[in-house]
Each structure stands twice: as structure tokens, then as C-alpha cells.
């Protein structure tokens, strides 16, 4: 599985950015969708992942209510929508797939198989 992320850039605090992970390599469904991020210095940590389906997500208490993931299979693409950024967002944000038919998501970075190149985030205030 390949993936690839786009969307990143330079934002205020308060505006929206929409992140899109382009999934290949696998049948979609099947693959549970993750987003880390990550800031120099401190691991790599959660931010939000959806299953194959779809049916089931689950979001980092730091972005509940201001991050929201989705998944379109016909594109084969998951998105994660940013809204009412922060400067504390600031990050490289890191598309991650774990390849597995499954009603369960994951919070830790080694169930994930595969991963992007990452995208930058930068949210001044």
C-alpha cells in the first residue's frame, strides 16, 4: 500500500485546511486510515482514524470538535478536516494505513503498516 498526502500549508489561527491521503495498492475498504502529527523534538502522536467501512472513527481529545475524518472510496482517499486552527497544531502530519478488515481503530503508530511522506502544517497566530 502506497499512500500520499496533500493539503498542507501555511494557515491562520482559525481558518480550515482540508488534508487528503491517496490510498494504493490495496482494496480500500479494507484498510483501516489513520493521521498522526508530529513536531520536532516529541513522537509522533494520534490524531484521528477510520475504518475500512467507514462506520467507525475516533479523534484525539486535543481536536474533538475541531478535526473530522472521512473516507471516499470511489477516490480511494481519506481526508482529514481541520477547522479553527491552532497555533499548537503546527505539524507534520503523517497519513497512516493498517490493512485489515476490522470494527476496531488503533491510537498506537505500530499497528499501522504503512505510511506517507507527511505534510506540513503551519498555523500562525
Known amino acids: 500500500v502506497k499512500l500520499e498526502e496533500s493539503g498542507g500549508g501555511v494557515a491562520q489561527a482559525g481558518d480550515s485546511l482540508r488534508l487528503s491521503c491517496a490510498a494504493s495498492?490495496?482494496?480500500?475498504?479494507?484498510?483501516?486510515m489513520g493521521w498522526f502529527r508530529q513536531v520536532p523534538g516529541k513522537q509522533r502522536e494520534f490524531v484521528a482514524a477510520i475504518t475500512g467501512s467507514g462506520s467507525i472513527t475516533d479523534v484525539a481529545d486535543s481536536v474533538k470538535g475541531r478535526f473530522f475524518i472521512s473516507r471516499d472510496t470511489a477516490k480511494n482517499t481519506a481526508y482529514l478536516q481541520m477547522n479553527s486552527l491552532k497555533p499548537e497544531d503546527t505539524a507534520a502530519y503523517y497519513c497512516?494505513?493498517?490493512?485489515?478488515?476490522?470494527?476496531?481503530?488503533?491510537?498506537?503508530?505500530?499497528?499501522?503498516?504503512?505510511w506517507g511522506q507527511g505534510t506540513q502544517v503551519t498555523v500562525s497566530s
Open positions: 495498492g490495496g482494496p480500500f475498504s479494507a484498510i483501516t
Open positions: 497512516a494505513a493498517r490493512q485489515a478488515r476490522e470494527r476496531i481503530v488503533y491510537r498506537t503508530r505500530n499497528m499501522y503498516q504503512y
